[in-house]
């Protein structure tokens, strides 16, 4: 199986702080990355797909990279409604993985 | 646009079979763009993909469940269905049915809120 190492697993910021947060993969995986949002007690939220590609509807401050096999999710200038867990996903080859996730916190 | 909502037993014993059934609203599951799929979550933790299905019947799903994974279609009643046998507390988790958008790079686009399965004597 392809394994997803995100880091941090944690990190406190402050609203308006430019985030960062990183999804390493076990092997070559192309573009095949998808970020997600879950808040507690609600369904995961896709964000961004293709490692760069947001989802139609999703504000801009949220972006993807892709350098080899580390994907990074970039929140600039995060708001209160940004505080949530956030997961790394592969769809290159069975199964499906997802990284551990990582919470963001308010500072 | 697409909503999905899971119903079904949320306790089941030991060794028994997990029934869910995922209602599919917005949208046909006869969609040529998605499968659909289930994934889990056991509480506290992270997220496990369980399997997809397409309309046409071809299947895919996680090994490291052992082939005790059955996933069904109902086109007469645009629902699709999760079955997971001889369950153990380790199958504890909140079961998520989801739209699998099949592009060139596939991604989960839609989930149900999701229903809390406990498996306990």
């Known amino acids: 199986d392809i394994q997803l190492t995100q880091s941090p697993s944690s990190l406190s910021a402050s609203v308006g702080d430019r985030v960062s947060i990183t999804c390493r993969a076990s092997?070559?995986?192309?573009?095949?990355l998808s970020w997600y949002q879950q808040k507690p007690g609600k369904a995961p939220n896709l964000l961004i797909y293709g490692a760069s590609s947001l989802r139609s509807g999703v504000p801009s401050r949220f972006s993807g990279d892709r350098s080899g096999t580390d994907f990074t999710l970039t929140i600039s200038g995060l708001q209160p409604e940004d505080f949530a867990t956030y997961y790394c996903q592969q769809s290159f080859a069975n199964p499906r993985t997802f990284g551990q996730g990582t919470k963001v916190e308010i500072k | 646009q697409l909503q999905l909502q899971e119903s079904g037993p949320g306790l089941v014993k030991p060794s028994e079979t997990l029934s869910l059934t995922c209602s599919v609203s917005g949208g046909s599951i006869t969609s040529r763009s998605h499968y659909w799929g289930w994934i889990r979550q056991p509480p506290g933790k992270g997220l496990e993909w369980i399997g997809s299905?397409?309309?046409?019947?071809?299947?895919y799903d996680n090994p490291s469940l052992k082939s005790r994974v059955t996933i069904s279609l109902d086109t007469s009643k645009n629902q699709f269905s999760l079955r997971l046998s001889s369950v153990t507390a380790a199958d504890t988790a909140v079961y998520h049915c989801?739209?699998?958008?099949?592009?060139?790079?596939?991604?989960?686009?839609?989930w149900g809120q999701g229903i809390l399965v406990t498996v306990s004597s």
């Open positions: 092997q070559y995986i192309s573009t095949y």
């Open positions: 989801v739209t699998d958008f099949w592009s060139g790079n596939p991604y989960f686009d839609y």
């Open positions: 299905m397409y309309y046409s019947g071809s299947t």
